[in-house]
DNA sequence: TGTACATCAGTGAACGCGCGTTCACTGATGTAC
DNA sequence: TGTACATCAGTGAACGCGCGTTCACTGATGTAC
């Protein structure tokens, strides 16, 4: 092996890395491959080593985007805590770190059959993880609409806007889950 | 005038009306302004005496999808009525007619200026309706937040699975809201 | 310790394709006589 | 009423461009002697 052995998977993870946060930045289509590979600190033609296809890295890079967006809220202890962690400004402007359902859900939702299955897995690990803290709330699915709805709400409005939209929501859920 | 008074603007319709359907079914970028225009009975070349650019037909193709999918709830006189007909298995079937915030919501917040202004304006429109059904609910955009977050996130799931979400959402409004 | 070699991660030119946009034109229409 | 004409909505070929993908190659690496 005239290769660290662990170089490639290394190189192929820098290139989840950077294709997750492009793509929750910048959208599917308006990133291309050779984009996340410049991102990557790589050339464009060394992308078909790593991956299939850019539906490929598109399911994976969704996976990557799901897990790192569940570590935002990890310290929270009850619901009402994680959507408020969700729904808060730092969440808002970091369009590249943050949840790929709020960034990228209606897109992921029309892409190839991978991808939709990547995108509903994490979904059902989301509602799993609020089912743990739901406490008294029977209804987590509506906890978790309110907070991607009022992310993606949020983003379409002005930042002075923005920012009253998203109290208002987590003022709504805290009448709910008091 | 060789030809009758209202033929192209009522042609312009046609092609506002087919490209607000083809982009909420299919995505901005996944649609051409050569689909459009076939949609529409005509040649992609006639499209630049109608528009400017695509970002100029999309930012009028949201504003009417945004009125087509405020009719739908037209008739509710009370909020929690509006949200359940929002969060209906027909909404959620009948992409090519919903509301463009939850078809289009994170693309168009990435768009050019035009267009966001576009949604922004949709939205605000839409909260000054749901503030005139509010009664006793002091946060609409929350309500707003879960339609649309609500029916994103059943359009990422199957069939059986999104029927599920939307009960639960509708279950959690009917609580907060009763 | 030093050198020759085989490996394979990464390079960059090239491909066919469909996009948004432009433009010279065609031909159906209402008007003037 | 019938015909010649000017208008302009719509046509379709063409443009430059960037995309996803392929492939012959290069050159940095660990191994063998």
Redesign the pocket.
Known sequence: ????KD??R???E?IVEAASRAFRKRG??????????ERA?????????????????LAEAVAHAGAQARERTAKASDLLTLATMYLSEEHLRDSEGSCPIAALGPELSRSDPHVRRALAAEIRTRLAGLRELAGNERHVAGVLACMVGGLIIARALSPSDAKLFLQECRAFLEEKLA
Chains 1, 2 share one sequence.
């Open positions: 092996m005239p290769w660290p170089h490639k290394a190189t192929r820098r599917i289509t308006e990133v291309s491959v050779g984009d996340v590979m600190g790589l050339t464009h033609g060394g992308f078909y080593a790593h991956f299939d296809s850019k539906d490929a890295l």
